[in-house]
């Protein structure tokens, strides 16, 4: 947009606001401050946490939810993943896979075995690649972190064949390794989800799974007479929880370099004080 209009966050004084995804963030831009984006994505939609690795523009002047707790709500879709928060459709998908390696063993013996499991494992490969690498962003850092998750989703239901007779022997060795593998698969697929975030990879898919319901805000804005733009950012934690909602941010631009103003007192009507991120 700004291109079409002849413009630039670098060379123009201009205050930019966008969607983007749903959270907040504001940065200025420019060697000398001259331009303001504001990022303001609260809406009614789960949240998509703010970037976590610092991209190499810097850090944000403020972020909402910030970075480490981004790092916090990612740290546990791995679990969730694999206990089911998000549904068994992940779960269903790797006891196929199983279920297709040892399908191509029985009819075909270990020739056969070995080769769904490489089939299988490049599969997976491709898939990961897909859900990361599909911009063509980063490929050679996409693939470093697709090839090892996709051996061990690929290998693991043969060495689990190896293993469950004498871990559960009173379940046929195939069913306890669909069932065992369905969830453990589960936990993988999460932390490679995870890994993608904190490294900055790929952030959309963790929070998706995540499907967190919080960190909600929207931006009240004044502008005078004179075009000075003055802003304040309200946000809620968890909207059903009592503690909140909180000034997070305030921000003022006047068509130059922009000022950030201190933070007042919180109102009357404020239930909580909350420190600027």
Known sequence: MLSACKLSLEHDR??????DLHHYERRTIGSDGRALNVIAGGGGAFLHGTR??????????????DGPTTRALVVQMPVKLM?????YLVHIALALLASLEFGAGFEAGRMGYRSATILVTIGIALFFYGI??????????????AIP??????????????????????LERETAVLIVYS????????LFLATLAISGIELQQAFTVLGHPGFKHFVRMRV???GKV????????????????????????????????????????????????
Request: glycine fraction near 10%.
């Open 14 to 19: 201009l205050l930019y606001l966008s969607g």
């Open 52 to 65: 976590i690795a610092v991209p190499a523009s810097g850090p944000p002047a403020c972020a909402y939810p």
């Open 83 to 87: 206990l089911g928060r998000a549904g």
């Open 132 to 145: 990361a690498g599909h911009k063509q962003n980063h490929p050679a850092r996409v693939l470093a972190v």
């Open 149 to 170: 998750f996709a051996l061990v989703l690929g290998l693991m239901p043969w060495g689990l064949a190896r293993m469950m007779p004498h871990v559960v022997p009173l």
């Open 183 to 190: 969830f453990l698969g589960a936990l993988v697929f999460g």
């Open 224 to 226: 005078a007479p004179d």
């Open 230 to 277: 003055d802003a304040w950012v309200i946000g809620k934690d968890d909207p059903l929880a009592s503690p909140g909602p909180w000034l997070i941010d305030r921000w003022s631009w006047d068509g130059g370099a922009p000022k950030t103003e201190p933070e007042p007192a919180p109102e009357e009507d404020v239930s909580e004080s909350r420190p600027a991120a």
